[in-house]
Protein backbone atom coordinates (compact mmCIF):
# COMPACT_ATOMS: atom_id res chain seq x y z
CA UNK A 1 0.00 0.00 0.00
CA UNK A 2 1.06 3.83 -0.79
CA UNK A 3 2.07 5.69 1.78
CA UNK A 4 0.46 9.43 2.27
CA UNK A 5 2.36 11.62 3.59
CA UNK A 6 0.46 14.62 5.88
CA UNK A 7 1.79 17.05 3.84
CA UNK A 8 -0.14 15.59 0.63
CA UNK A 9 -2.73 15.29 2.84
CA UNK A 10 -2.66 19.05 3.12
CA UNK A 11 -2.02 19.84 -0.30
CA UNK A 12 -5.33 17.50 -1.55
CA UNK A 13 -7.38 19.55 1.27
CA UNK A 14 -6.19 22.66 0.22
CA UNK A 15 -6.73 22.16 -3.82
CA UNK A 16 -10.08 20.88 -2.39
CA UNK A 17 -10.88 23.76 -0.61
CA UNK A 18 -9.50 26.03 -3.77
CA UNK A 19 -11.97 24.43 -5.76
CA UNK A 20 -15.26 24.67 -3.29
CA UNK A 21 -14.09 28.76 -3.63
CA UNK A 22 -13.75 28.73 -6.95
CA UNK A 23 -17.54 27.01 -7.54
CA UNK A 24 -19.08 28.90 -4.47
CA UNK A 25 -18.05 32.02 -4.28
CA UNK A 26 -15.46 33.21 -7.55
CA UNK A 27 -18.00 32.33 -10.06
CA UNK A 28 -20.70 34.13 -9.35
CA UNK A 29 -18.08 36.96 -9.11
CA UNK A 30 -16.98 35.82 -12.92
CA UNK A 31 -20.40 35.98 -14.43
CA UNK A 32 -21.37 39.12 -12.63
CA UNK A 33 -20.01 41.31 -15.84
CA UNK A 34 -17.70 44.52 -14.98
CA UNK A 35 -19.04 48.12 -14.72
CA UNK A 36 -19.42 49.89 -18.16
CA UNK A 37 -17.25 53.20 -17.91
CA UNK A 38 -18.21 56.71 -18.78
CA UNK A 39 -18.07 60.33 -18.76
CA UNK A 40 -19.57 63.67 -19.27
CA UNK A 41 -18.55 67.29 -19.85
CA UNK A 42 -19.53 69.75 -17.49
CA UNK A 43 -20.98 72.09 -17.59
CA UNK A 44 -23.34 71.39 -20.18
CA UNK A 45 -26.38 69.08 -21.28
CA UNK A 46 -24.48 65.88 -21.24
CA UNK A 47 -24.82 65.90 -17.24
CA UNK A 48 -28.98 65.93 -17.77
CA UNK A 49 -28.21 63.27 -19.60
CA UNK A 50 -25.54 61.41 -17.26
CA UNK A 51 -27.41 62.38 -13.92
CA UNK A 52 -31.16 61.20 -15.68
CA UNK A 53 -29.86 57.87 -16.33
CA UNK A 54 -28.10 57.47 -12.82
CA UNK A 55 -31.32 58.93 -10.70
CA UNK A 56 -33.52 56.39 -12.84
CA UNK A 57 -31.36 53.87 -12.75
CA UNK A 58 -31.92 52.98 -16.63
CA UNK A 59 -28.67 50.97 -16.95
CA UNK A 60 -29.92 48.29 -14.74
CA UNK A 61 -33.47 48.61 -16.24
CA UNK A 62 -31.78 47.56 -19.15
CA UNK A 63 -29.64 44.85 -17.69
CA UNK A 64 -26.13 46.11 -17.17
CA UNK A 65 -24.30 48.45 -14.95
CA UNK A 66 -22.67 51.65 -15.12
CA UNK A 67 -19.79 53.03 -12.90
CA UNK A 68 -19.92 56.99 -11.84
CA UNK A 69 -19.41 58.79 -14.42
CA UNK A 70 -16.22 60.81 -14.87
CA UNK A 71 -16.70 64.55 -15.07
CA UNK A 72 -14.93 66.50 -17.24
CA UNK A 73 -13.86 69.98 -18.19
CA UNK A 74 -11.35 69.95 -20.67
CA UNK A 75 -13.15 69.02 -24.39
CA UNK A 76 -10.03 67.73 -25.67
CA UNK A 77 -9.10 65.33 -22.63
CA UNK A 78 -12.62 64.67 -23.24
CA UNK A 79 -12.46 62.94 -26.27
CA UNK A 80 -8.76 62.19 -25.91
CA UNK A 81 -9.08 59.64 -22.79
CA UNK A 82 -11.76 58.47 -24.94
CA UNK A 83 -9.64 57.63 -27.91
CA UNK A 84 -6.96 55.75 -25.46
CA UNK A 85 -9.46 53.82 -24.36
CA UNK A 86 -9.87 55.12 -20.52
CA UNK A 87 -13.38 54.78 -20.49
CA UNK A 88 -16.16 52.59 -22.72
CA UNK A 89 -19.14 55.02 -23.42
CA UNK A 90 -18.81 58.62 -25.15
CA UNK A 91 -21.54 61.54 -25.48
CA UNK A 92 -20.43 63.63 -28.48
CA UNK A 93 -20.82 65.34 -31.85
CA UNK A 94 -20.94 62.49 -34.89
CA UNK A 95 -18.65 63.96 -36.63
CA UNK A 96 -16.20 64.28 -33.98
CA UNK A 97 -16.28 60.25 -33.54
CA UNK A 98 -16.14 59.97 -37.42
CA UNK A 99 -13.01 61.47 -37.84
CA UNK A 100 -11.73 59.04 -34.76
CA UNK A 101 -13.40 56.02 -36.43
CA UNK A 102 -11.33 57.20 -40.02
CA UNK A 103 -7.91 57.78 -37.58
CA UNK A 104 -8.27 53.99 -36.48
CA UNK A 105 -10.19 54.49 -32.79
CA UNK A 106 -11.77 51.21 -32.25
CA UNK A 107 -15.49 52.66 -31.74
CA UNK A 108 -18.62 52.11 -32.77
CA UNK A 109 -21.88 54.72 -33.29
CA UNK A 110 -25.01 53.79 -31.24
CA UNK A 111 -27.16 56.85 -32.13
CA UNK A 112 -27.87 60.20 -32.08
CA UNK A 113 -29.49 62.20 -29.02
CA UNK A 114 -29.95 65.65 -30.76
CA UNK A 115 -30.08 67.79 -33.66
CA UNK A 116 -28.24 70.59 -35.32
CA UNK A 117 -30.70 72.86 -34.18
CA UNK A 118 -28.53 73.34 -31.09
CA UNK A 119 -26.26 75.77 -32.95
CA UNK A 120 -26.77 79.53 -33.73
CA UNK A 121 -25.55 82.30 -35.04
CA UNK A 122 -26.19 84.92 -32.06
CA UNK A 123 -26.10 88.65 -32.19
CA UNK A 124 -27.65 91.80 -29.90
CA UNK A 125 -30.63 93.91 -31.18
CA UNK A 126 -30.70 97.09 -32.60
CA UNK A 127 -27.32 96.83 -33.68
CA UNK A 128 -27.99 96.68 -37.40
CA UNK A 129 -26.82 92.80 -37.52
CA UNK A 130 -30.36 90.98 -37.81
CA UNK A 131 -29.62 88.62 -40.55
CA UNK A 132 -26.70 86.47 -41.26
CA UNK A 133 -26.57 88.95 -44.39
CA UNK A 134 -25.75 91.50 -42.24
CA UNK A 135 -22.70 90.50 -41.02
CA UNK A 136 -20.22 91.24 -44.06
CA UNK A 137 -17.23 92.97 -42.98
CA UNK A 138 -18.20 92.93 -39.24
CA UNK A 139 -16.36 90.59 -36.71
CA UNK A 140 -18.05 86.83 -35.87
CA UNK A 141 -16.70 85.37 -32.94
CA UNK A 142 -16.34 81.23 -33.11
CA UNK A 143 -14.91 78.44 -31.84
CA UNK A 144 -13.00 77.98 -35.20
CA UNK A 145 -11.01 75.03 -34.13
CA UNK A 146 -14.25 72.78 -33.57
CA UNK A 147 -16.02 70.40 -35.83
CA UNK A 148 -18.91 72.84 -34.97
CA UNK A 149 -17.62 75.58 -36.59
CA UNK A 150 -17.19 73.78 -39.93
CA UNK A 151 -20.32 72.48 -40.05
CA UNK A 152 -21.95 76.13 -39.53
CA UNK A 153 -19.74 77.50 -42.31
CA UNK A 154 -20.80 74.77 -44.65
CA UNK A 155 -24.68 75.32 -43.62
CA UNK A 156 -24.05 78.96 -44.14
CA UNK A 157 -21.95 78.12 -47.64
CA UNK A 158 -24.07 75.61 -49.27
CA UNK A 159 -27.50 77.14 -48.36
CA UNK A 160 -27.34 80.79 -47.70
CA UNK A 161 -24.33 81.52 -50.46
CA UNK A 162 -22.21 83.06 -47.60
CA UNK A 163 -18.81 82.44 -47.02
CA UNK A 164 -18.24 83.55 -43.82
CA UNK A 165 -14.63 83.45 -43.86
CA UNK A 166 -14.53 85.30 -46.95
CA UNK A 167 -17.01 88.15 -46.45
CA UNK A 168 -16.70 88.23 -42.17
CA UNK A 169 -13.60 88.64 -39.95
CA UNK A 170 -13.32 85.80 -37.39
CA UNK A 171 -12.37 85.55 -33.81
CA UNK A 172 -11.33 82.30 -32.62
CA UNK A 173 -12.62 81.35 -29.15
CA UNK A 174 -11.81 78.38 -27.61
CA UNK A 175 -15.79 77.44 -26.24
CA UNK A 176 -19.43 78.60 -27.12
CA UNK A 177 -19.75 80.17 -23.99
CA UNK A 178 -16.37 82.59 -25.21
CA UNK A 179 -19.15 83.57 -28.05
CA UNK A 180 -21.59 85.32 -26.26
CA UNK A 181 -18.91 87.27 -23.56
CA UNK A 182 -17.10 88.64 -26.61
CA UNK A 183 -19.99 89.35 -28.34
CA UNK A 184 -21.62 91.37 -25.30
CA UNK A 185 -18.85 93.21 -24.55
CA UNK A 186 -18.90 94.88 -28.12
CA UNK A 187 -16.12 93.32 -29.37
CA UNK A 188 -17.97 91.35 -32.42
CA UNK A 189 -21.20 91.66 -34.24
CA UNK A 190 -22.27 87.95 -33.41
CA UNK A 191 -21.18 85.02 -32.11
CA UNK A 192 -21.12 81.27 -32.99
CA UNK A 193 -22.31 79.41 -30.02
CA UNK A 194 -24.76 76.49 -29.31
CA UNK A 195 -27.54 75.60 -26.48
CA UNK A 196 -27.57 76.06 -23.82
CA UNK A 197 -25.51 78.70 -24.00
CA UNK A 198 -28.39 80.53 -26.55
CA UNK A 199 -30.51 80.67 -23.94
CA UNK A 200 -28.24 81.49 -21.59
CA UNK A 201 -27.29 84.23 -23.04
CA UNK A 202 -30.69 85.23 -23.76
CA UNK A 203 -31.73 85.10 -20.16
CA UNK A 204 -28.77 86.94 -18.96
CA UNK A 205 -29.13 90.20 -21.67
CA UNK A 206 -32.20 90.81 -23.53
CA UNK A 207 -30.25 92.21 -25.98
CA UNK A 208 -29.16 88.93 -27.60
CA UNK A 209 -31.13 87.48 -30.65
CA UNK A 210 -30.42 83.95 -32.75
CA UNK A 211 -30.48 85.54 -36.16
CA UNK A 212 -29.33 82.30 -38.01
CA UNK A 213 -30.10 78.27 -36.42
CA UNK A 214 -28.08 75.93 -38.06
CA UNK A 215 -30.25 72.65 -37.68
CA UNK A 216 -33.39 75.02 -38.55
CA UNK A 217 -31.78 75.95 -41.88
CA UNK A 218 -30.30 72.36 -43.02
CA UNK A 219 -34.26 71.03 -42.30
CA UNK A 220 -36.24 73.67 -44.24
CA UNK A 221 -33.05 73.40 -47.18
CA UNK A 222 -33.19 69.63 -47.80
CA UNK A 223 -36.76 69.00 -47.56
CA UNK A 224 -37.25 67.27 -44.19
CA UNK A 225 -33.51 66.11 -43.29
CA UNK A 226 -32.11 66.38 -39.90
CA UNK A 227 -28.44 67.46 -39.10
CA UNK A 228 -27.68 64.87 -36.47
CA UNK A 229 -25.43 66.92 -33.58
CA UNK A 230 -24.52 64.65 -30.14
CA UNK A 231 -24.79 61.01 -30.15
CA UNK A 232 -23.46 58.03 -28.51
CA UNK A 233 -20.04 55.90 -29.39
CA UNK A 234 -18.98 53.01 -27.81
CA UNK A 235 -15.63 51.46 -27.39
CA UNK A 236 -15.15 47.89 -30.04
CA UNK A 237 -13.31 46.59 -26.73
CA UNK A 238 -16.39 46.55 -24.82
CA UNK A 239 -18.87 45.00 -27.80
CA UNK A 240 -16.12 42.53 -27.68
CA UNK A 241 -16.02 41.97 -23.89
CA UNK A 242 -19.70 41.81 -23.86
CA UNK A 243 -21.48 41.10 -27.15
CA UNK A 244 -24.96 41.94 -26.05
CA UNK A 245 -24.55 45.07 -23.92
CA UNK A 246 -24.47 47.22 -27.38
CA UNK A 247 -28.48 46.53 -27.54
CA UNK A 248 -28.46 47.49 -24.01
CA UNK A 249 -26.66 50.72 -24.29
CA UNK A 250 -28.97 52.05 -27.38
CA UNK A 251 -32.30 51.10 -25.20
CA UNK A 252 -31.13 52.69 -22.32
CA UNK A 253 -30.37 56.07 -24.37
CA UNK A 254 -33.90 55.56 -25.95
CA UNK A 255 -35.66 55.74 -22.15
CA UNK A 256 -33.42 58.08 -21.32
CA UNK A 257 -34.60 60.68 -24.89
CA UNK A 258 -38.23 59.31 -23.97
CA UNK A 259 -37.87 60.23 -20.41
CA UNK A 260 -37.12 63.73 -20.86
CA UNK A 261 -38.93 65.01 -23.92
CA UNK A 262 -42.24 63.49 -21.65
CA UNK A 263 -41.34 65.47 -18.86
CA UNK A 264 -38.90 68.18 -19.21
CA UNK A 265 -39.56 70.21 -15.85
CA UNK A 266 -38.79 66.98 -13.93
CA UNK A 267 -36.12 66.16 -15.66
CA UNK A 268 -34.22 69.82 -15.26
CA UNK A 269 -35.25 69.20 -11.23
CA UNK A 270 -33.04 65.72 -11.30
CA UNK A 271 -29.72 67.95 -11.83
CA UNK A 272 -30.52 71.33 -10.41
CA UNK A 273 -27.82 73.65 -10.90
CA UNK A 274 -25.20 70.62 -11.72
CA UNK A 275 -24.87 71.37 -15.98
CA UNK A 276 -23.70 74.89 -14.86
CA UNK A 277 -27.14 76.51 -16.01
CA UNK A 278 -30.10 77.54 -13.98
CA UNK A 279 -33.05 75.25 -14.48
CA UNK A 280 -35.34 77.93 -16.14
CA UNK A 281 -32.33 78.49 -19.03
CA UNK A 282 -32.45 74.67 -19.16
CA UNK A 283 -35.88 74.18 -19.31
CA UNK A 284 -36.21 77.06 -22.17
CA UNK A 285 -33.35 75.97 -24.31
CA UNK A 286 -35.18 72.62 -24.62
CA UNK A 287 -38.80 74.21 -24.78
CA UNK A 288 -37.59 76.42 -27.97
CA UNK A 289 -36.64 73.61 -29.47
CA UNK A 290 -33.09 74.73 -29.95
CA UNK A 291 -31.90 71.91 -27.34
CA UNK A 292 -34.05 69.44 -29.57
CA UNK A 293 -33.58 66.20 -28.25
CA UNK A 294 -34.49 63.01 -30.87
CA UNK A 295 -33.45 59.93 -30.63
CA UNK A 296 -32.25 57.89 -34.06
CA UNK A 297 -30.52 54.09 -33.57
CA UNK A 298 -27.98 53.43 -35.82
CA UNK A 299 -29.88 49.98 -35.97
CA UNK A 300 -32.39 52.02 -37.75
CA UNK A 301 -31.36 51.65 -42.06
CA UNK A 302 -33.40 55.32 -42.14
CA UNK A 303 -31.44 56.93 -39.47
CA UNK A 304 -28.21 55.87 -40.84
CA UNK A 305 -28.94 56.57 -44.10
CA UNK A 306 -29.71 60.38 -42.90
CA UNK A 307 -26.44 60.59 -40.95
CA UNK A 308 -24.60 59.57 -44.76
CA UNK A 309 -26.78 61.98 -45.92
CA UNK A 310 -25.63 64.25 -43.25
CA UNK A 311 -21.76 63.66 -43.68
CA UNK A 312 -22.02 63.45 -47.66
CA UNK A 313 -23.36 66.78 -47.17
CA UNK A 314 -20.37 67.66 -44.74
CA UNK A 315 -17.88 66.38 -47.11
CA UNK A 316 -19.36 67.82 -50.34
CA UNK A 317 -18.09 71.42 -47.96
CA UNK A 318 -15.17 70.74 -46.56
CA UNK A 319 -16.51 69.61 -43.05
CA UNK A 320 -15.62 66.24 -43.27
CA UNK A 321 -12.72 64.11 -45.16
CA UNK A 322 -15.08 61.04 -45.45
CA UNK A 323 -18.08 59.72 -45.37
CA UNK A 324 -18.01 56.53 -42.52
CA UNK A 325 -18.28 53.14 -44.23
CA UNK A 326 -20.87 50.47 -42.56
CA UNK A 327 -17.78 49.56 -40.00
CA UNK A 328 -18.68 53.36 -38.06
CA UNK A 329 -22.41 51.62 -37.05
CA UNK A 330 -23.32 49.76 -34.26
CA UNK A 331 -24.37 46.09 -35.49
CA UNK A 332 -26.66 44.56 -32.78
Known amino acids: MNRISRRQILRGAGGLAAAGALSGFARPALAQAAEVRWAGLTPGFTVLITHYIRHHKLDEKNGFKLGPATEYTSVPTYYGDFDVGNYDVCI ?3 DTFAVRHAGGVPLSYVCNITTANM ?4 SLRDTGADRVEDLAGKVIAAPQSTGTYRMAKAVLSEFSNIDIEASSTIQSVTNPAASVSVLRAGSAAAGLTWEPNVSNGMAEDPRIQSIFNVGETYTKATGGGVLPYFGVAVRNE ?9 AKIDAMFKDCIDGI ?5 AAVNIVGETTGFRP ?3 TEAI ?3 RLHFVYASM ?4 ARDNLRGAAEFCVRNGALAQVPDDSFFIKL
Do not use: H, Q
Open 261 to 265: TGDVE
Open 238 to 246: LLARDPGVG
Open 299 to 302: TDPA
Open 92 to 94: GSW
Open 287 to 289: ASR
Open 280 to 282: EVL
Open 119 to 122: INLV
